[in-house]
């Protein structure tokens, strides 16, 4: 099965630096890239997904980067600011209705001002 | 998008009894549910996938006699923890994927559990 590692596990910048979290897949087979923030206590929130058609997505501050062949893609934050502050996982699956999401063991990102 | 709903949020229970956490997607059928664990600082782990009027599939080590799980309709899944101890005590988080929105999966709101 899937399996996903996600590093670092924990991260720390000044605000209005860059963030990088990057993760790696095993399964060949999945398409499907998401990442999600999490606050405590509550359930994990998608902030961007990429599929496997396409190398690179952005939206606003966030963009996520895939590489197929190395089976990794990278989540990157620019500008950052404190309420960024969160866990973020990566995730992977082949997206068809019946695969699960596979998470990596999350980022815990800490913005200082 | 799509939402799923999750209940209750928490609850606490003695050890040894069950409880029943319902996972719901209010605006679209779902074949297809997964159940997550997430004990604290830790990720996301899958325990099952439930299959409308069909049989569960766990994931290794998570016992089915333990986790019952039930996807009697195309909305509506649960989880029973029976005879509960404190090492069950974990966040319980559903989802489900609505295919009209690109496969996207969504999240139930979660339940946290705390056996006494």
């Known amino acids: 099965g899937e399996n996903v590692e996600q590093h670092p596990s924990t991260l720390s910048v000044q605000e209005g630096d860059s963030a990088v979290i990057k993760c790696t897949y095993s399964?060949?087979?999945?398409?499907?890239f998401p990442w999600y923030k999490q606050e405590l206590g509550k359930r994990p929130q998608l902030i961007i997904d990429?599929?496997?058609?396409?190398g690179e997505k952005k939206d606003q501050r966030i963009a996520v980067t895939l590489n197929k062949t190395a089976k990794h893609f990278s989540l990157h934050i620019t500008e950052t600011q404190p309420e960024d502050s969160a866990v973020y996982f990566c995730?992977?699956?082949?997206?068809?209705?019946?695969?699960?999401?596979?998470f990596g063991k999350g980022t815990t990102l800490s913005v200082s001002s | 998008g799509a939402v799923v709903s999750q209940h209750p949020s928490r609850v606490i229970c003695k050890s040894g009894t069950s409880v029943k956490i319902e996972c719901r997607s209010l605006d679209f059928q779902a074949t297809t549910m997964f159940w997550y664990r997430q004990f604290p600082k830790q990720s996301l782990m899958l325990m099952a996938t439930s299959n409308e009027g069909s049989k569960a599939t766990y994931e290794q080590g998570v016992e089915k006699d333990k986790f019952l799980i039930n996807h009697a309709s195309l909305t509506l899944s649960t989880l029973t923890v029976t005879s509960a101890h404190p090492e069950d005590s974990s966040f319980y988080i559903c989802s489900a994927r609505d295919q009209g929105h690109t496969g996207e999966l969504f999240f139930g709101e979660g339940s946290r559990l705390t056996v006494l």
């Open positions: 995730a992977a699956s082949n997206n068809q209705a019946g695969t699960a999401l596979i």
């Open positions: 990429i599929r496997s058609n396409v």
């Open positions: 399964d060949s087979a999945s398409n499907y």
